[in-house]
């Protein structure tokens, strides 16, 4: 099982910045494909970024161009750096983590608890 910590959630005005960090452990983090989602009220958690093992990334379209995820596996983190914040970008934002389990086929996702991002205009 993989425990996932966010950090760095508040509230800013459009246009600013902030970074969230989530920090791993009960895994090889190395390994871990990691991902950021969203959910605003109301709506359904969607995927924001997503980095694999290897470092490839992909982004949902409304954020490409703004925000960047990032891993440091010395440090077990992932980052998400967002950037040119709107309005439209408040939700609690998750960290999951895609990860093999010894003996067992697939790949199995632990969620953390979320932190709130909230972008006023």
């Known amino acids: 099982q993989v425990q996932l910590v966010e950090s760095g959630g508040g509230l800013v005005q459009a246009g600013g910045s902030l970074r969230l960090s989530c920090a791993a452990s009960?895994?090889?983090?190395?390994?871990?494909?990691m991902g950021w989602y969203r959910q605003a009220p109301g709506k359904q958690r969607e995927l924001v970024a997503y980095?694999?093992?290897?470092?490839?990334?992909r982004y949902a379209d409304s954020v490409k161009g703004r925000f960047t995820i990032s891993r440091d596996n010395a440090k077990n983190t992932v980052y998400l750096q967002m950037n040119s914040l709107k309005p439209e970008d408040t939700a609690v934002y998750y960290c999951?983590?895609?990860?093999?389990?010894?003996?067992?086929?697939?790949?199995?996702?632990?969620w953390g608890q979320g932190t709130q991002v909230t972008v006023s205009s």
């Open positions: 999951a983590a895609d990860y093999k389990r010894p003996g067992v086929a697939g790949l199995a996702r632990s």
């Open positions: 980095i694999g093992s290897t470092g490839s990334t």
């Open positions: 009960g895994s090889i983090f190395s390994n871990n494909a």
